[in-house]
T-cell receptor, first 114, second 112 residues
Framework: DGGITQSPKYLFRKEGQNVTLSCEQN?????MYWYRQDPGQGLRLIYY???????QKGDIAEGYSVSREKKESFPLTVTSAQKNPTAFYLC?????????????FGSGTQLSVL | GDSVTQMEGPVTLSEEAFLTINCTYT??????LFWYVQYPGEGLQLLLK?????DKGSNKGFEATYRKETTSFHLEKGSVQVSDSAVYFC???????????FGDGTTLTVKP
């Protein structure tokens, strides 16, 4: 079955540590996105990529980094510069050719600080 | 820039009650509009969508009509069930093809 896989489901970060969240899709979608969700709030865009080897900052990119070396993969690194990383992180993808196509979401990673 | 404003929650209803969740938007051009649903501990799933003015999206008894004159896309269901308990997000995808904008979400709890 086609879909998006995020791992791990739960992740704990120590002070000063960088951690990487995995996102893999087998939908053959060009565009991929990372969102952050805080309790009671909507989704805020961190980074997005519309094609391999290219990505753009979203609304809250500070303290995060990404790479897009393969079409299927869009990992997100939460760096030590992100002072408030505790949140639920969602990865999504979309068929870039269809302007009105929906977003497909992974099941999320809950990141907490130890 | 684009923005989406949703009715604040939480919303608590009894089973078989009528549901309305209000959503209004601000965008340039002609956005596509979406409702997504999120169950606890999961990602979002598309519930319904509408791509142009006066379109009605519908799925699983839920409906929403794209009203350009009032810039609204209110979600309705005639008779809710306990299984409808979830968080509902209104979203738009505007002329900037790379990005979607989401509302803050409305938590719905349906009691037996």
């Amino acid at each position: 079955d086609g879909g998006i896989t995020q791992s791990p489901k739960y992740l704990f970060r120590k002070e000063g540590q960088n951690v990487t969240l995995s996102c893999e899709q087998n939908l053959n979608h060009d565009a991929m996105y990372w969102y952050r969700q805080d309790p009671g709030q909507g989704l805020r865009l961190i980074y997005y990529s519309q094609i391999v080897n290219d990505f753009q900052k979203g609304d809250i990119a500070e303290g995060y980094s990404v790479s897009r070396e393969k079409k299927e993969s869009f990992p997100l690194t939460v760096t030590s510069a992100q002072k408030n990383p505790t949140a639920f992180y969602l990865c999504a993808s979309r068929d870039r050719q269809g302007r009105n196509e929906k977003l497909f979401f992974g099941s999320g990673t809950q990141l907490s600080v130890l | 820039g684009d923005s989406v404003t949703q009715m604040e929650g939480p919303v608590t209803l009894s089973e078989e009650a009528f549901l309305t969740i209000n959503c209004t938007y601000t965008a340039t051009g002609y956005p596509s509009l979406f409702w997504y649903v999120q169950y606890p501990g999961e990602g979002l799933q598309l519930l319904l969508k509408a791509t142009k003015a006066d379109d009605k999206g519908s799925n699983k008894g839920f409906e929403a009509t794209y009203r350009k004159e009032t810039t609204s896309f209110h979600l309705e269901k005639g008779s809710v069930q306990v299984s409808d308990s979830a968080v509902y997000f209104c979203a738009l995808r505007g002329d900037n093809a790379g990005k979607s904008t989401f509302g803050d979400g409305t938590t719905l709890t349906v009691k037996p």
